[in-house]
Nanobody, 115 residues
Framework: VQPVESGGGLVTPGGSLTLSCSVP????????MAWYRQSPGKQRERIAS?????DTLYTDSVQGRSVLSRGKNTVYLQLNSLTFEDAGVYFC????????????WGQGTRVTVSS
């Protein structure tokens, strides 16, 4: 089973996007969901996570301008005030309490920031 990410696209600096992550897996309501970004030439990094109860964590790079939410087997990441540094491929995954990814990686969704 792989997550299915969507919602990426081309956006101008200062713009917004809402990314979606669909996970048709029984663990969706048990484990946390995390979003990752892989910028050009860099390793994939975790940027946000949300617990089954709705508790959220954000890295400094997106803190204050991102909003995570959960739906039925879907997690949404709203990104606001986008900058060139936000460009990259965004992935999601289920994560254990120890922070280990559970599923195989999906295709991701690409965000391009250009003026």
């Amino acid at each position: 089973v792989q997550p299915v990410e969507s919602g990426g696209g081309l956006v101008t600096p200062g713009g917004s996007l809402t990314l979606s992550c669909s996970v048709p897996h029984a663990l969706f309501n048990i484990d946390a969901m995390a979003w990752y970004r892989q910028s050009p030439g860099k390793q994939r990094e975790r940027i946000a996570s949300i617990s089954p109860e709705g508790d959220t964590l954000y890295t400094d790079s997106v803190q204050g301008r991102s909003v995570l939410s959960r739906g039925k087997n879907t997690v949404y990441l709203q990104l606001n005030s986008l900058t060139f540094e936000d460009a990259g491929v965004y992935f999601c995954n289920l994560v254990t309490v120890a922070g280990l990814e559970i599923l195989s990686w999906g295709q991701g969704t690409r965000v391009t920031v250009s003026s």
